[in-house]
């Protein structure tokens, strides 16, 4: 499995193109990027604003994969797919994305993809995606179902005081784990192991009647089934 999971930070001024500069580097320099903006409905801006960033500034070759404005026959996503070093799951809305994904069939084609040599990134809305659920300011502060990918939940924007109260006094009726992201952050997935990378990645979780907020430091590493509990 080769997954990174991000937060949030825009590909954009120095310190966001510098972050975004390291998650290519971890992902083995990867430079053919499939991006996926289905989460704010394949809007042009974003598209631009993306291949500016990613082409212009990181020296990737982008191509986009419209699941809203159009729906692509199989074989042409399957040529995307074999194409791209990286996919990159944007962030918007996740109900957008989630319905984009199921119309169009791609969870099983990303986990299968997810399972080899190659890179999936989900930013924001979709690092929710992949997982069981995922934590949602569109859908008023909840969590929303995802593909399953990933086991637990997921919070991006960790940082943001709302989420985070809104987030803990759900896991109060509840017994889950999430693993939450600030801005800036992001979690390496590949071979069985788990890499913290930026400051502000916790574990919430909750079980036998009380909350646990866990930590992650920077450069932290570990088997992924500890990190969500699996085994």
Known sequence: MSIILVGG??????AGLAFH??????ADDAKNILHIPAARHD?????????LAYEGALACHVETLELHRRRPPRVEVLASLEWADLVFLDGGNSAWLMEALDAAHL????????????????????AN????QGWSAAAGQRPVPGLGILPGGFAPHGSNP??????????????????????????A???????????????HDHREGSLQIIP????HRGPTDELYRTR
């Open 9 to 14: 930070l825009e590909p954009s001024g120095e």
């Open 21 to 26: 500069r390291g998650l290519l580097k971890r």
């Open 43 to 51: 809007a042009p801006s974003r598209q631009a604003e993306f291949r």
């Open 107 to 126: 969870a099983p084609l990303l986990q299968g993809f997810a399972q080899g040599s190659k890179w999936l990134l989900g930013f924001s809305a979709g």
């Open 129 to 132: 995606c992949l997982h069981e």
């Open 162 to 187: 709302g989420r985070s109260k809104a987030l803990q006094t759900h896991l109060a009726q509840r017994c889950e784990r999430w693993l939450v992201c600030a801005d800036g952050s992001a979690v």
């Open 189 to 203: 997935l590949q071979a069985g192991s788990y890499e913290i990378l930026g400051s502000g990645v916790e574990v």
């Open 216 to 219: 992650l430091e920077p450069g």
